[in-house]
């Protein structure tokens, strides 16, 4: 009896093994750890924020600099060489050489172009949306995880968005005046601010261009200039000095900055500096006026002293007339 049972059994556990022996590599790829490398530090904490689990999230291009000015590097090949996965704008002009001499063909890149500026919440829900669909795509067994934590951060996203807005006009700076570098004024329209003249890279400036800066930046109710950290901020300081108003400096990549490791903290650290440079301008204005007020009822005193000693020199020689002739 026990030996047929033993002849019966035989063949299930075989194939139980077999079966076993088949599905344990398919087992393995999709735990493995899957490499994504982003071409910045925006894209690389929005793509954190929506895969989760297996995978290994890396940027190329250090947060302060300019995409358009980065200088690869023999490391920022190696970044690339194991890529699973590459996110990219789409247009950065070092990254089709970097891919070359990387020797990586297998791979999917997710390019997130002609999606606008990603500093206004509603063009970082862009870029998300974008994301999300390309992981989904690239990794269907992880669809429903990857859409649960996109729909997770979209609504962290508008609420930070909502208090950011809210804390601008409770403040009373709504429709403030400010002159911007380009990159930054649909954040500043955005968040409710009214950018009264905004000019391109400091690079591609003429003379006339700068005067026509500092012209509109000394206009009466002007705040102050602002600046993005990762296109220089030695022209937007000189025009602010020479205009008497503060000198904001924004970042448009999370990290380039202590505490704004993610998006959700740089724009909060952006909205911070503009509150507070308003406010400081508003400061100096008001101080300034007080010393002014001040400096007006000296010189009015003075006068009015140097008026009195003149009438008190005018009797004092009537007087003096008077007598000499009794």
Known sequence: MRKKFKKQIIPFILIGILTLTITMPHTIAEEETIQIVCTNSTLADFTSNIILDNASIDYIMPAGVCPAHFDTSPSDVSKIVNADIIISLGWEPWLESLLNK?????YTEIKCMGLGEWNIPTGAIAYVEKITEGLKTALPNQE??????????????????????????????????????????????WIGLNVTHYYPPPESLSVQDELDVINAASQKDVAAVV????????????????????????????GAIPNTDTYLEMITYNTDQLINGITSFDFTSEKTREMQSQLDSIELQRNAFGVTTIIAIILCGVLFMMYKKK
Not at 150 to 177: H, M, V
Not at 227 to 254: K, W
């Open 227 to 254: 600046d993005n950290l990762q296109s220089g901020t030695e022209f937007g300081a000189r025009v602010a000095s020479e205009s008497g108003v503060s000198h904001i400096i924004f970042s448009n990549f999370p």
């Open 102 to 106: 990387s020797g990586n063909s297998d």
């Open 144 to 189: 429903l995880s990857i859409q649960e934590n996109a729909d997770g951060y979209l609504t962290a996203i508008n609420e930070k968005a909502e208090e950011l807005q809210n804390k601008i006009e409770t403040l009373g700076l709504t429709d403030r005046k400010i002159v911007s570098i380009e990159w930054q004024k649909d954040y500043l329209e």
